[in-house]
């Protein structure tokens, strides 16, 4: 990840009015916290290294910004009771919605089979709606979030049984 994209995640989250937002990749983590004087921290952290601090950088809360989404959808969810089911993440932030329109049927419900590519909900970013299709096949155990409520970065959506 070089700097420009640096740049442009710091824009984005800025402008989402998140208060923080975590993205780990492979090789870097990436903490963005935004406070009441519109002020963004990062902190890399090298996992083979020890960890570094980058200065403060101001943004201001009006900048514009286009950022991709850099995470699966789909993840191993924490041991526990649930661990034999698989926990759809938010690949972004945004307001889930779990229909197109107020007037149209859910798009996936408790105890429903869904496939891979299937369509289980929307996430508003910034005006834009992004239909968030799964990575599995299985069944819909739980549904994670309220209907137009705001999600963060990787937080947990839905848990699927693929058995």
Same mark, same amino acid.
């Given at each position: 990840?070089d700097?420009?994209?640096?740049?442009?995640?710091?824009?984005?989250?800025?402008?989402?009015?998140?208060?923080?937002?975590?993205?780990?990749m492979?090789?870097?983590?990436?903490?963005? =916290?935004?406070?009441?004087?519109?002020?963004?921290?990062?902190?890399?952290?090298?996992?083979t290294?020890?960890?570094?601090?980058?200065?403060?950088?101001?943004?201001?809360?009006?900048?514009?910004?286009?950022?991709?989404?850099?995470?699966?959808?789909?993840?191993?969810?924490?041991?526990?009771?649930?661990? =034999?089911?698989?926990?759809?993440?938010?690949?972004?932030?945004?307001?889930?919605?779990?229909?197109?329109?107020?007037? =149209?049927?859910?798009?996936?419900?408790?105890?429903?089979?869904?496939?891979?590519?299937?369509?289980?909900?929307?996430?508003?970013?910034?005006?834009?709606?992004?239909?968030?299709?799964?990575?599995?096949?299985?069944?819909?155990? =739980?549904?994670?979030?309220?209907?137009?409520?705001?999600?963060?970065?990787?937080?947990?959506?839905?848990?699927?049984?693929?058995?």
């Amino acid at each position: 990840m070089d700097i420009k994209e640096i740049q442009n995640l710091i824009k984005f989250v800025a402008k989402s009015g998140a208060s923080e937002v975590k993205l780990e990749m492979d090789d870097i983590k990436i903490t963005i =916290k935004t406070g009441a004087e519109s002020e963004t921290t990062i902190v890399h952290q090298m996992p083979t290294a020890p960890v570094q601090q980058v200065p403060q950088v101001a943004v201001p809360a009006q900048a514009p910004a286009a950022a991709e989404p850099a995470a699966p959808a789909a993840a191993p969810a924490p041991a526990s009771d649930d661990s =034999k089911y698989i926990t759809i993440k938010s690949p972004i932030i945004g307001t889930f919605y779990r229909k197109p329109s107020p007037d =149209k049927p859910l798009f996936v419900e408790v105890g429903q089979t869904i496939a891979e590519g299937d369509v289980l909900c929307i996430i508003e970013a910034m005006k834009l709606f992004n239909e968030i299709e799964s990575e599995v096949s299985g069944k819909v155990v =739980k549904i994670l979030v309220d209907d137009a409520s705001p999600v963060e970065f990787d937080q947990p959506l839905f848990l699927v049984d693929p058995s």
